[in-house]
C-alpha cells in the first residue's frame, strides 16, 4: 500500500497506528470506497470479460469482514432492486463471507 494513501486515510493517524493487522487496517481505509465499488458493478460486468467481475469483486468487496460493510451491500441491494440476475449473483457470492462474518 503507498504511504500517500495512508497520509491521506481519513482515519486519525493515532488509529492507524494502534492497527493490529494489515487485513484490518486496510478494511478501516477502504471502507470509505467500498460505495463506490458497488456502484461500478453493472459498468464492470458489462465492459469487463466472463471471470473479470468474480476476481474484481473478490479484491474489493470480498475483503470485508465488518458491520459497516455489510450494511453498505445491504443498502446496495436494496436501493438497487432492478440489478440483473449475473452481477447480484456474484456480489452474493463474493460476500458470501461477509454474511457469514456478520451473522455468525
Known amino acids: 500500500m503507498p504511504i500517500s494513501y495512508i497520509c491521506f486515510s481519513p482515519i486519525p ?3 492507524i497506528n494502534k492497527t493490529t493487522s494489515p487485513l484490518e487496517l486496510r478494511q478501516k ?3 470509505a470506497e467500498l ?3 458497488l456502484d461500478l458493478l453493472e459498468e464492470i ?5 466472463i471471470f473479470f467481475p468474480n476476481r474484481w469483486l473478490s479484491a474489493t468487496v470480498g ?5 459497516e460493510a455489510y450494511q453498505m451491500v445491504e443498502t446496495f441491494l436494496g436501493e438497487h432492486p432492478e440489478l440483473e440476475p449475473s452481477p447480484k449473483g ?6 458470501d463471507d461477509l454474511y457469514r462474518f456478520v451473522n455468525h
Do not use: V
Open 45 to 49: 460486468q458489462r465492459t469487463g470479460d
Open 13 to 15: 493517524i493515532d488509529k
Open 29 to 31: 481505509i477502504g471502507i
Open 90 to 95: 456474484k456480489l452474493l457470492q463474493a460476500t
Open 63 to 67: 475483503q470485508y469482514q465488518s458491520p
Open 35 to 37: 460505495p463506490l465499488a
